[in-house]
T-cell receptor
Framework: KQEVTQIPAALSVPEGENLVLNCSFTDSAIYNLQWFRQDPGKGLTSLLLIQSSQREQTSGRLNASLDKSSGRSTLYIAASQPGDSATYLCAVRPRSNYQLIWGAGTKLIIKP | NAGVTQTPKFQVLKTGQSMTLQCAQDMNHNSMYWYRQDPGMGLRLIYYSASEGTTDKGEVPNGYNVSRLNKREFSLRLESAAPSQTSVYFC????????????FGPGTRLTVT
């Protein structure tokens, strides 16, 4: 059974730092992996989607990598800003079915 | 373009009461989903509808029913609410396919006392 883990559960860093969020999954047979952002009282917003054949995707200050063989993905945020404060979730789509399997998220706080 | 909308935003129920959560999307997506999110856990799929006229159980369907009213609307019903159903409920829509993304509504925070 696919399981997705995100460590740490919470992270607080000063503004301007580069940071990495981690996501690990137990079964490498995936179609894709997505990173989402969740703001309090709002829905989830898709940030990046990496297909199983890809190694990384970039959008602005965000870069997501995927290493299927080791079951890991990272979300790199460059030059963090207070507006980046949110909960970041990763989700994988297994090859075996339609469902997204979700991590519990990392709550990120960027201190001004 | 409103995306995915959900009503209500907040609801408090007493044990045994029933209610329906409404969801609508205006992106012409064929698939729609209902999730619940509990503290310290990832989202869990309750039910999904791959296309208009079809619905299927997800990971945690017990205690819930759904209706895909048309392509735009997908409702979630709690027939007899229990405290264990206290959660935040998210509706999502997407295009069914190998590289699909899902688009989420703002959520409904439900408390059952």
């Amino acid at each position: 059974k696919q399981e997705v883990t995100q460590i740490p559960a919470a992270l607080s860093v000063p503004e301007g730092e580069n940071l990495v969020l981690n996501c690990s999954f137990t079964d490498s047979a995936i179609y894709n992996l997505q990173w989402f952002r969740q703001d309090p009282g709002k829905g989830l917003t898709s940030l990046l989607l990496i297909q199983s054949s890809q190694r990384e995707q970039t959008s602005g200050r965000l870069n997501a990598s995927l290493d299927k063989s080791s079951g890991r993905s990272t979300l790199y945020i460059a030059a963090s800003q207070p507006g980046d404060s949110a909960t970041y979730l990763c989700a994988v789509r297994p090859r075996s079915n339609y469902q997204l399997i979700w991590g519990a998220g990392t709550k990120l706080i960027i201190k001004p | 373009n409103a995306g995915v909308t959900q009503t209500p935003k907040f609801q408090v129920l007493k044990t045994g009461q029933s209610m329906t959560l409404q969801c609508a999307q205006d992106m012409n997506h064929n698939s729609m989903y209902w999730y619940r999110q509990d503290p310290g856990m990832g989202l869990r799929l309750i039910y999904y509808s791959a296309s208009e006229g079809t619905t299927d159980k997800g990971e945690v369907p017990n205690g819930y029913n759904v209706s895909r009213l048309n392509k735009r609307e997908f409702s979630l019903r709690l027939e007899s609410a229990a405290p264990s159903q206290t959660s935040v409920y998210f509706c999502a829509s997407g295009v069914w396919g190998w590289a699909y993304e899902q688009y989420f509504g703002p959520g409904t925070r439900l408390t059952v006392t």
